[in-house]
T-cell receptor, first 111, second 113 residues
Framework: AQSVTQLGSHVSVSEGALVLLRCNYSSSVPPYLFWYVQYPNQGLQLLLK??????LVKGINGFEAEFKKSETSFHLTKPSAHMSDAAEYFC?????????FGTGTRLTIIP | GAVVSQHPSWVICKSGTSVKIECRSLDFQATTMFWYRQFPKQSLMLMATSNEGSKATYEQGVEKDKFLINHASLTLSTLTVTSAHPEDSSFYIC?????????FGPGTRLTVL
């Protein structure tokens, strides 16, 4: 069984500030971890993923995430928020076949 | 990148009627497509896995006779909500797999009156 918990359904940050979106997971097997972004009226887009190897993963648009096995976490960060980052973000875990999503975090950027 | 489309993007129907939602992979062939449902402020929940040319695999708790899935070609899967009721109102999202990656459609919002 696997599950994902995203802390904070809404996060607001000022433009230029650090973005931190939290994700914790549970999995009975070594997990594959993903972050997806969804802009209004669009499908989910893959931001980044962790499968094996380096625990710090870099994605598109300046985002990165670090896999911490001891904390069962995969938090998403970006050093400096941009207005275009406003969207819904989903963390997901996979056992290699089934993809399980968190409830999502809506990111608002304050000008 | 790969594109997945859904039609319609939103639909309103009367209780008791059936609604068909299409999911197309526009520039690639997808042997496997997935159907998700998302209620407000909740996660995407996998409803079923659709394999081209064979019967869909439904998740526990999803009524296969109510949510009919057809994957007749490598670029098209359809989800038909039969005898829809207000509790079926939700956001339905499809996903297609290509070379190990998942590509998602923009979703279809169904409102049953």
């Amino acid at each position: 069984a696997q599950s994902v918990t995203q802390l904070g359904s809404h996060v607001s940050v000022s433009e230029g500030a650090l973005v931190l979106l939290r994700c914790n997971y549970s999995s009975s097997v070594p997990p594959y971890l993903f972050w997806y972004v969804q802009y209004p009226n669009q499908g989910l887009q893959l931001l980044l993923k962790y499968t094996t190897g380096a625990t710090l993963v870099k994605g598109i648009n300046g985002f990165e995430a670090e896999f911490k096995k001891s904390e069962t976490s995969f938090h998403l960060t970006k050093p400096s928020a941009h207005m275009s980052d406003a969207a819904e973000y989903f963390c997901a875990v996979s056992d290699g076949e089934k993809l399980t999503f968190g409830t999502g975090t809506r990111l608002t950027i304050i000008p | 990148g790969a594109v997945v489309s859904q039609h319609p993007s939103w639909v309103i129907c009367k209780s008791g009627t059936s609604v068909k939602i299409e999911c197309r992979s526009l520039d690639f062939q997808a042997t496997t497509m997935f159907w998700y449902r998302q209620f407000p402020k909740q996660s995407l929940m996998l409803m079923a896995t659709s394999n081209e040319g064979s019967k869909a695999t439904y998740e526990q708790g999803v009524e296969k006779d109510k949510f009919l899935i057809n994957h007749a070609s490598l670029t098209l899967s359809t989800l038909t909500v039969t005898s829809a009721h207000p509790e079926d109102s939700s956001f339905y999202i499809c996903s297609a797999r290509r070379e190990g990656r998942r590509f998602f459609g923009p979703g279809t919002r169904l409102t049953v009156l």
